[in-house]
């Protein structure tokens, strides 16, 4: 079953805005991860944020972890025609045996 | 260049029959993973493997099969009994099972026509 629910399902947005998706989940977690795909590629590994934290960055992403909410937040700040990708956020479970559990994904556009 | 490879990167299969996804990664890692992608939904996790010559299933095995005789090596094989086999395969590794960080391959797209 699927932990993770990114909102929205895809966002357009002009080169040099923002762009911020969100990932919902039901139970409690050990990590939250935020993965990148470009079209038909793999995955590349954004950012790892754990339950005791609150706010992570790395060069223009931004995560943030409300774990009474159950939500996390990426923030790309000062888009680029190059962060236009798919992002995917993946959970690993409290009691679970470190499987990850993944989210649907956010299909980002940046517009030239 | 160290890294995980997948090939081929394209397979057409025709159906009843049998063909094998190879993933190879010279990372040192000790965990392997194989994922299905389907459009619009997340990763499934097919087989797992922890270290090698181990292997367990995931949450969508069957009509699958996977060895782990190399630590480099855990090849997929899509069996005649998976019936809707066409998707997009991804192969991942981590230092160890509970090493957080997974790494992907390239994937391979297999159709069945």
Known sequence: SQQGEEDPQALSIQEGENATMNCSYKTSINNLQWYRQNSGRGLVHLILIRSNEREKHSGRLRVTLDTSKKSSSLLITASRAADTASYFCATVLMDSNYQLIWGAGTKLIIKP | ?113
């Open chain 2, 1 to 113: 260049d160290g890294g995980i490879t997948q090939s081929p990167k394209y397979l057409f299969r025709k159906e009843g029959q049998n063909v094998t996804l190879s993933c190879e990664q010279n990372l040192n890692h000790d965990a392997m993973y194989w994922y299905r992608q389907d459009p619009g939904q997340g990763l499934r996790l097919i087989y797992y493997s922890q270290i090698v010559n181990d292997f367990q299933k995931g949450d969508i095995a069957e009509g699958y099969s996977v060895s782990r005789e190399k630590k480099e090596s855990f090849p997929l094989t899509v069996t005649s009994a998976q019936k809707n086999p066409t998707a997009f395969y991804l192969c991942a590794s981590s230092m160890n099972w509970a090493t957080d960080t997974q790494y992907f391959g390239p994937g391979t797209r297999l159709t069945v026509l």
